[in-house]
């Protein structure tokens, strides 16, 4: 435990005050969760639009993989369920006070035995922030697109 702590406080200020938002990020998406989806869909950005896959900066990057960074060191020490929905909303959050667009997926699958596994990721331009672990064995069911107004258009719609 004290290696730990020792291991906190020899983070950057910059992270630690990250790792601190990312904690109560993940407490307020975790609220959500629990919440009916029909009620927090709104806020999770356009439905079935996807931001572009190109368009950030360097400074941009940065952001996002600290961030990224952030949610996975805060949500390892929740006093809360903290896996890919929530995980997802928290990071979602944390780019849009930033002005970074993102986009949050929503997919499915089944395992072994047949029943049905859902999953949640987030991406960011080219940029997966949570969730990349097993995106990959999911096939996309909803998608939300967080767009900034200081951004240009690029997105990418789907036929409902």
């Not at 730990?4 to 005050?17: D, E, G, Q, V």
């Not at 601190?20 to 407490?27: C, Q």
């Amino acid at each position: 435990m004290l290696r730990k702590i020792k291991a906190y406080f020899s983070l950057p200020r910059a992270m630690r005050r990250l790792i601190w938002e990312a904690y109560v990020l993940l407490g307020w998406a975790r609220i959500l969760k629990a919440m009916p989806f029909a009620k927090i869909a709104p806020g999770l950005g356009t439905p079935m639009v996807e931001t572009p896959m190109t368009g950030l900066d360097r400074s941009e990057v940065i952001a996002i993989r600290n961030i990224s960074k952030a949610i996975v060191l805060a949500s390892k020490y929740t006093l809360w369920e903290s896996r890919c929905l929530v995980m997802a909303i928290a990071g979602m959050k944390m780019l849009e006070r930033r002005k970074i667009e993102s986009t949050l997926y929503m997919g499915t699958a089944r395992n072994k035995q047949g029943h049905m596994m859902a999953h949640a990721w987030l991406r960011s331009g080219k940029l997966i922030v949570t969730g990349a672990d097993t995106m990959d064995q999911y096939t996309v069911v909803g998608v939300f697109g967080k767009r900034c107004p200081e951004k240009g258009s690029g997105e990418i719609v789907y036929d409902t």
